[in-house]
């Protein structure tokens, strides 16, 4: 099956700083690769998302790079502000049939003041 | 229209316990999906369904059981509760597949404990 790995799982960046995020994925049939945010007490909630057939993709401060070669995408915040503090998650789509995402661990990111 | 909405919020369960978790949507979303967080773990997909009648396995399916008898509602049921089954339980839907483009919407989350 599909595996997702994260990195860094803690990542603290000053306010109006950029915080990039970075996953990897091990099965090349993927073709879906959403990014999700998590607050508080919250379900997760989806940010951006990237297809195999783009190789970026922008929404305002928000942006997705997919490298289908190497089998990695990140995510990219300019401008952080204290908002943005709270879990990111990645994941991935296998291309195997069933219809559930594969997620990585999460990564907590912290805007400092 | 209120989403994706689930019950309880939180419950706490001794071992051996059964219980089931309900998850509905306003949205006339086909597909269903039970994932569990456990810390440091991300989400893991216990059960999915695709349509009204109709379930699948994801990656943890064991010790859970579901049904879809109605198109707005997925139940996910613990018939013999176990301390490993600690968890925060997410419920998502979506329109059509992700892989036809479909945004998945998550559910608030159900805290459940098993003594």
């Known amino acids: 099956g599909e595996n997702v790995e994260q990195h860094p799982s803690t990542l603290s960046v000053q306010e109006g700083d950029s915080a990039v995020i970075k996953c990897t994925y091990s099965?090349?049939?993927?073709?879906?690769f959403p990014w999700y945010k998590q607050e508080l007490g919250k379900g997760p909630q989806l940010i951006i998302d990237i297809r195999s057939n783009v190789g970026e993709k922008k929404d305002q401060r928000i942006a997705v790079t997919l490298n289908k070669t190497a089998k990695h995408f990140s995510l990219h915040i300019t401008e952080t502000q204290p908002e943005d503090s709270a879990v990111y998650f990645c994941?991935?789509?296998?291309?195997?049939?069933?219809?559930?995402?594969?997620f990585g661990k999460g990564t907590h990111l912290i805007i400092q003041p | 229209n209120a989403g994706v909405t689930q019950t309880p919020k939180f419950r706490v369960l001794k071992t051996g316990q059964s219980m089931t978790l309900l998850c509905a949507q306003d949205m006339n979303h086909e597909y269903m999906y039970w994932y569990r967080q456990d810390p440091g773990m991300g989400l893991r997909l216990i059960h999915y369904s695709v349509g009204e009648g109709t379930t699948a396995k994801g990656e943890v399916p064991d010790g859970y059981n579901v049904s879809r008898l109605k198109k707005q509602n997925f139940l996910l049921g613990l018939e013999s509760a176990a301390p490993s089954q600690t968890s925060v339980y997410f419920c998502?839907?979506?329109?059509?597949?992700?892989?036809?483009?479909?945004?998945?919407?998550f559910g608030p989350g159900t805290r459940l404990t098993v003594t």
């Open positions: 099965d090349s049939a993927s073709n879906y």
């Open positions: 998502a839907s979506s329109y059509g597949p992700m892989a036809g483009g479909y945004e998945q919407y």
């Open positions: 994941a991935a789509l296998s291309g195997g049939g069933a219809d559930g995402l594969t």
